[in-house]
Structures are given as structure tokens and as C-alpha cells.
């Protein structure tokens, strides 16, 4: 049984805001810090109007094995793609508080 995905209040951010998002701004944020904090990564296409949000469950399930991969360096390798994406690199990432409940306990053995 999954929990229905609460309405999200994610909102594509005005043009003049996103065209300032800098990947510097997530400093060292990992996946891990993401997770920890239940923060959900906003992708946001500046080529076209397309906005995705990759939820807790979702960057647990895509990078639960890398929880150390910085935000930073995985975001250069995003692309406006899937059903109705243009392509683009030109991609803004920024992090957006998740709306549901989300609570998450690190693995505990600390291997790195
Ligand atoms: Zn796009």
C-alpha cells in the first residue's frame, strides 16, 4: 500500500528568478542531505515550460545507493527528456520542501 502523493505546491519559479539559480547555490547538498531533510529536487527547463519534481521516494529509489553524489554534479547531466521534453540542457535545479510526509533514517553503517 503507497500513501496517494499529496498535491504538490511546487511552482515554476518567474523567469527572472530562475535565470538566477546557480548550481554554485547548492553548495555541497547531496543526495543524502535531500533525503535527510525530505527535500524534493525541482527540475526546471528554461527552454520550454516543462517542471519536474523528483520527490524524496523518487531520488531514494534513483540514488539510494549514491547518497553522497552532490546535487551539483548531477545536475549538469539533466536534460529536459521523457514524455513531452524539448531536450534542453539549459536546466535549473533548486530544491522545494516536500509537501508529504516524508521521514527518512540513514544507513547506519558508515562506510566512506
Ligand atoms: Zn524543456
Known sequence: MTAPQPPSTLKRPAAKLLSRFRLDDLHDDTIRVFLAKGFSLAICCRECPRLIE???????????????????????????TGEGGCGSHDIAVFPHGYDGNWSWSPPDHGDD
Open 54 to 80: 523528483w520527490t524524496p521516494a523518487d531520488l531514494e529509489q534513483r540514488f539510494g545507493a549514491r547518497l553522497d553524489l552532490r546535487i551539483a554534479d548531477l545536475a549538469p547531466r539533466l536534460a529536459c
